[in-house]
């Protein structure tokens, strides 16, 4: 898994979605391709999706 893999997976298991969205740029825009989410812009945001989008198994 890649770097920014381990940190996500590391987001997902300790809910901790502060620390994820802390090491995106401020204006970053967060988009996923083939799920009906998003996008999601500015690191208070991605956090924010991530605790009510977060995903329900590790990844």
Do not use: K, Y
């Amino acid at each position: 898994m890649s770097r920014a893999g381990d940190h996500v997976a590391w987001a997902v298991a300790s809910g901790d979605w502060d620390a994820i969205a802390g090491r995106f740029a401020l204006g970053a825009t967060v988009r996923f391709v083939g799920v009906a989410v998003g996008p999601f812009e500015g690191r208070t945001v991605i956090a924010a999706a991530g605790r009510v989008n977060a995903p329900d198994e590790s990844v």
